[in-house]
């Protein structure tokens, strides 16, 4: 698989699924491009005027702490997200984000700084800082999740074997 | 070597000798979602290429969230629940029956059971003994279909809490102060199992507001035993002939253990933004608040009205505070009625609203204005949560929420009761 490439938008700890769309929009839910203009409007308001296609959330601990609302993963990847790094992940969110098929990779984050160039290998598990001439390892998927991840997420991965597997 | 109550519970739905890290396929006895997660979940199964539920009468739709609906986007969402419902056969709670996870404590959870909802707080029902575990719309979807999902084996915190709660201090001042002390991401991937003579003696509508919380420290699921209280509960609900007990080996393996003592407790409260900034409330009296809060998954529960009651009766709200009440499900309200507990509120000028979610997510009845602090017995205090980032959102127990909408600042229930 090609490496991922794109620029690091930098946030902190404990980034809510309320941050990431808030529960007033809960009427969008069923127009879903609509709702997408508001991916992480209350963690940084410019984020989605910013943001380009394939660029990477960047964040601290308990990334996605909060609702199980699925759509808090599926508006990051609509607005052009090609992977979130974080330092941990809640759990639902974690779950949630695969079975969307978009990459939720633990890994250190304190040495990438907003705007940092960054080209991702899944295949490797390597993070490579091109701004900083760096490179991080993130944490492997359990087997589990990362053949979820490989069939582009849950739904597919279903319809493709039928069933669940371990 | 014994077992938790996660590794029985998922040791008998997925056939194997299931233990903490191991990955296995579980059997789901009862899947939900509500009308928020609901249309998301309906059209991913709808996407499936099997699109029959395994089990219509133990699957089911709640119409909480916005609960009548305040606009015609949820309007006709609620219609697309209702026609799938009437497709398929699966079980509809329709607006005005109360919270998902009320009802499903009181009609459907059973000990035992691997219950899957979407939504975050499905581990209240963990408090009836039930391996109860919130997801998203795929994962729900799935477990429709198919009757079954996998899980990683979560490790246990044990939480031993023991001796007697000192009056106007309960349930939820132990869970927040829990919160607070392994924090908002304390127990991430694991499970809590919660133990001690005070839990032994803890009744169920407080089971379930400590259970309900376990995802505020990131917790899977939060366990009670399945006990005298369980069976007498059940048996309240109509549904005596569904208890069945439920308790950890003697010999069980805890990742590690956290005692509390429960007469050492005081009031407890969250401050903005995070559950976890936790202290007491004595140390906030004087903050001031626009809003006071009591309802919710959390403290809905007709015991809730019924402590707020006995502090309003014959009183009055403090001017300037808008006291919002919410019983959880319409048979609380009922009984609330019955109990002469509504009257006394609306008497000292609080304002009743229908079974469901209210303001907690901030879609409506309830919405903050730029910079109002609002008091409230939910579980989430996160920015943005109710309606306005500008809004703060403290968290407390019924108590200490019905003392501070009579003086219009935060007290400790104390100083009323």
Partial sequence: ?166 | MGKTISEKILSTKSGSDARAGDIVISAVDLVFAQDTTGPLTIRQFKSGNKQTLASPGRTALFIDHASPSPNRQLSNDHIFIREFAAETGCLLFDAGSGVCHQIVAEQLARPGDVIVGADSHTVTAGALGAFATGMGSSDVAVAMSLGKTWFRVPETIGIEVTGKFARGVGAKDLVLHLIGTIGADGATYKALEFMGSAIDDMPVWQRLTVSNMAVEAGAKVGLFHSDRVTAEYLKSQGRGKEYTPIASDADAVYERMIKVAADRLEPMVSMPHSVDNTTTAKSLSGVHVNQVFIGTCTNGRLEDMGEAASILKNKKVHAGVRLIVCPASKKIYTQAINAGYIQAIIEAGGIILPPGCAGCLGLHQGALGDKEICLSTANRNFKGRMGNPGGLIYLASTDTAAASALTGVITDPREVL
């Fill in chain 1, 1 to 166: 698989m090609a490496p991922l490439k794109g620029r690091a938008f930098k946030f902190g700890d404990d980034i809510s699924t309320d941050l990431i769309i808030a529960g007033k929009y809960a009427h969008l839910r069923s127009n879903l491009p609509e709702l997408a203009k508001h991916a992480m409007e209350d963690a940084n308001p410019e984020f989605i005027k910013l943001v380009r296609p394939g660029d990477f959330i960047v964040a601290g601990s308990n990334f996605g702490l909060g609702s199980s609302r699925e759509h808090a993963p599926l508006v990051i990847k609509m607005a052009g997200v090609s992977a979130i790094l974080a330092r941990s992940f809640a759990r639902i969110f974690f779950r949630n984000a695969i079975n969307q098929g978009l990459p939720a990779l633990i890994c250190p984050t304190d040495k990438i700084a907003d705007g940092d160039n960054l080209e991702i290998s899944l295949d490797e598990g390597l993070i490579r800082n091109i701004t900083r001439n760096e490179s991080y390892s993130f944490t492997k998927l359990p087997p589990t999740m990362l053949n979820i991840l490989n069939e582009g997420g849950l739904i597919p991965y279903i319809n493709r074997h039928g069933d669940l597997r371990i």
